[in-house]
C-alpha cells in the first residue's frame, strides 16, 4: 500500500510543477516503486491463487497488456485536446489512490476471515 501511495505521489507532483527537482523526485517515486509493486502482486496472486498460479499471472499479464496500449493512447488523446497531460496524470493519481483503498479493503477481509484484530 505504501509504494502504490508512494507511486501516486510521483504521478501527481508533475502534474502540480513545472520544475526540475519535483519532475526528478516525481521519476524516483515513480520508477522506485514499480518493481516493488510488481514483485509484491505477483506474490500476492500467488498467496490467494496457488493451485493456478499460472492462470492468475497470465490473467495480470493480459490486464497489464491491455491498459499498457489503451492508456497512452487515451492520454494522447487527451494531451491533443487540453494541451497538457496534467488531466491525464491527476486520473492516473486517482486510480493509484483507489488501489490503495482497494488493497486496504481486501487486508481488512483477510484479517476477519482470519479473526486477526483490525489495526492499520
Keep these: 500500500?505504501?509504494?502504490f501511495a508512494l507511486q501516486a505521489v510521483g504521478t501527481i507532483l508533475p502534474a502540480l510543477s513545472d520544475g526540475v527537482l519535483p519532475n526528478l523526485l516525481a521519476a524516483e517515486l515513480f520508477g522506485g516503486t514499480f518493481v516493488g509493486i510488481v514483485s509484491l502482486t505477483l506474490a500476492l496472486a500467488g498467496r490467494h491463487f496457488p493451485a493456478s498460479l499460472a492462470k492468475a499471472m497470465a490473467r495480470i499479464t493480459l490486464g497489464y497488456g491491455v491498459t499498457q496500449i489503451v492508456?497512452?493512447?487515451?492520454t494522447g488523446y487527451v494531451a491533443q485536446a487540453t494541451g497538457s497531460y496534467r488531466i491525464a496524470l491527476v486520473v492516473t493519481a486517482i486510480m493509484l489512490t483507489a488501489g490503495v483503498l482497494l488493497l486496504q479493503i481486501m487486508t481488512l477481509a483477510e484479517?476477519?476471515?482470519?479473526?486477526?484484530p483490525r489495526a492499520f
Design 1 to 3: 500500500m505504501l509504494a
Design 71 to 74: 492508456a497512452p493512447a487515451m
Design 111 to 116: 484479517k476477519k476471515r482470519a479473526g486477526l
